[in-house]
């Protein structure tokens, strides 16, 4: 019984040497907003260690659509770069590692083409029914409203997500009635979180697309 043990050992000491533990990666990570309104496109990039507690510098820098991303000193080695632009909905990252060996990360960013409510006039007694052009949200994405009074001075943000399956989000009469009435711009930002794994890199990104602003008559 013992001589069998001590194969046992063996046999697991012998794996154990076969398969060494992986070193844990980098972490890079990615944020796209595109400006529908402004027709901008602005991206940001910052590689940390594997513990997230040191910002690490990429020896050839980072490019974002083929430019060259700046180095924010403020905030340590944090890359970034923002210019006038059409929509895409493929973007990309591109690097060199210590090897010189190129690297790339394609970041998708859903939109939303048009928008519209089912009613011309929402009220603050009903809910109402927001749809519009494009895919449904899908996993790791919500929405944000933001209503804008200029006449009042007045911001009210509101965040959904929905499991509907279908490019509609319904809206309770109590949040109508928390905006309030009144003549209000709305415009949407369709936000998407995602993990991802390259050669170099453990990577988690973000996206932001923001909307063309709507006019909305909310009566009371």
């Known amino acids: ?103 790339v990360f394609k970041l998708e960013i859903p939109s939303i083409d048009s928008f519209f409510f089912d009613s011309k006039v929402l009220s603050v007694k009903d809910p109402a029914n927001l749809r519009w052009i494009g895919k449904p949200l899908g996993k790791g994405e919500t929405l944000v409203f933001i209503w804008e009074n200029v006449a009042e001075g007045k911001t009210e943000p509101m965040e959904v997500s929905t499991t509907l399956g279908a490019p509609l989000i319904e809206i309770p009469a109590a949040k109508i009635a928390q905006i309030g009435p009144g003549d209000w711009t709305l415009y949407l930002v369709r936000k998407r979180f995602a993990k991802a794994e390259v050669p170099d890199f453990l990577i988690e990104s973000a996206t932001e697309f923001y909307t063309k602003p709507m006019k909305v008559r909310v009566e009371g």
């Open 1 to 103: 019984m013992k001589h069998i043990f001590f194969s046992i050992l063996t046999a697991l000491a012998f794996w154990q040497c076969q398969d060494p533990v992986p070193v844990a990666k980098n972490i890079l990570n990615c944020y796209v907003r595109f400006d529908a309104a402004a027709r901008k496109v602005k991206a940001e990039a910052t590689l940390r260690d594997s513990d997230r507690k040191k910002i690490l510098d990429l020896p050839g820098g980072i490019r974002f659509q083929s430019a060259e991303m700046k180095v924010l000193p403020i905030q340590g080695i944090t890359y970034m770069v923002e210019f006038p632009a059409a929509y895409t909905a493929e973007t990309l990252f591109d690097w060199k590692n210590k090897k010189g060996e190129k690297g």
